[in-house]
């Protein structure tokens, strides 16, 4: 059952119908959004970046969900029909409404074009494109048994997931730094610093049910927002500390044996410290962070 501004979208002849690699009609429902406004400072005189990660710094925008479905009709006209109520219907709203589905409820507006595909005279495809702007990213606390792979002690066994791949720099050198300068008759070359790797963390998780699925998601999403950098112990891999500012993706939601399944992209920034300069933040008297007018925070070089 689907249901916009608690109108159930069966009257408008509205049958959910299922994502790509998925089960379900909905996607982009339990995505962790990315993180909204200045996440990181590049340093000229630095390799790596410098991340805000302290909590009066973590602000998150809304994420992108996707309703997939049919409307079923008697014939072309009824199809046709149909479809323009519904979207006469959504015209009518004003601000956020809910969106009630088996998979829980989001406060959402519709952003883009609704999309529709004829593929009889009785069958319309269409693909509602909605927006929410407020995100839930509280999650159960996870344990944390010092485990021997997974993230900040915490198993990914105990995050009841699968670790499936650790890709991108993960044996790379990252790209120096894009430094532009002119000369005269000689082709010019500066020698720059590098930026930060980035790599993809892909996770599965499985669980009975789809409410457990969902808890689980939540408590990832939860931990991964958490202040401060996170730890990262992966098989065959070294300890890596990092931060998430993409957020992450949820793909292949579906029934497997007894179990629900998801896969989840997690992209990672990894952090590096300098061997060779560090950098404080300048404090006033009273200990405050002193921040330019752009709002970022002063360095002190020692």
């Given amino acids: 059952m689907y249901s916009l501004s608690l109108a159930d979208l069966s009257n408008f002849g509205f049958h959910g119908g299922k994502q790509a690699n998925s089960d379900i009609a909905l996607?982009?429902?339990?995505?962790?959004?990315?993180r909204l406004g200045k996440t990181f400072h590049s340093w000229a005189e630095e390799d790596s970046i410098e991340p805000y990660v302290n909590a009066n710094e973590i602000f998150f925008s809304g994420r992108s969900i996707n309703l997939t479905g049919y409307i079923q009709g008697s014939d072309i006209e009824d199809c046709s029909t149909k479809a323009k109520q519904l979207y006469n219907y959504i015209d009518g709203f004003t601000g956020l409404v809910p969106l009630t589905s088996n998979w829980g409820t989001y406060s959402v507006y519709v952003d883009n074009a609704i999309v529709g595909e004829r593929l009889s005279s009785r069958l319309l495809k269409i693909t509602i494109p909605m927006r929410?702007?407020?995100?839930?990213?509280?999650?159960?606390?996870?344990?944390?048994?010092n485990a021997k792979y997974g993230i900040d002690g915490i198993s990914f066994k105990d995050m009841g997931a699968f670790s499936l791949e650790l890709s991108g720099d993960r044996f790379n050198r990252p790209a120096p730094r894009n430094e532009s300068i002119t000369?005269?008759?000689?082709?010019?070359?500066?020698?720059?610093?590098?930026?930060?790797?980035?790599?993809?963390?892909?996770?599965?998780?499985?669980?009975?049910?789809?409410s457990g699925l969902k808890d689980k998601v939540q408590?990832?999403?939860?931990?991964?927002?958490?202040?401060?950098?996170?730890?990262?112990?992966?098989?065959?891999?070294?300890?890596?500390?990092?931060?998430?500012?993409?957020?992450?993706?949820?793909?292949?939601?579906?029934?497997?044996?007894?179990?629900?399944?998801?896969f989840i992209d997690i992209k990672i920034t990894e952090i590096i410290n300098?061997?060779?300069v560090d950098l404080i933040d300048l404090l006033d008297n009273e200990s405050y962070r002193i921040l330019d007018s752009e709002g970022n925070t002063l360095k002190l070089f020692i």
């Fill in 274 to 276: 300098s061997s060779t």
């Fill in 183 to 210: 000369s005269y008759a000689k082709e010019s070359f500066v020698i720059a610093k590098k930026d930060p790797p980035v790599l993809t963390l892909k996770l599965a998780i499985l669980d009975p049910t789809f």
């Fill in 219 to 262: 408590s990832l999403m939860a931990l991964l927002a958490k202040p401060g950098l996170r730890t990262l112990n992966y098989n065959n891999d070294f300890l890596r500390s990092f931060f998430v500012k993409d957020g992450f993706t949820v793909s292949g939601i579906r029934t497997m044996g007894a179990s629900k399944l998801c």
């Fill in 132 to 145: 929410e702007p407020l995100v839930n990213i509280s999650g159960a606390t996870l344990p944390v048994t």
């Fill in 27 to 34: 996607s982009g429902f339990l995505d962790m959004p990315a």
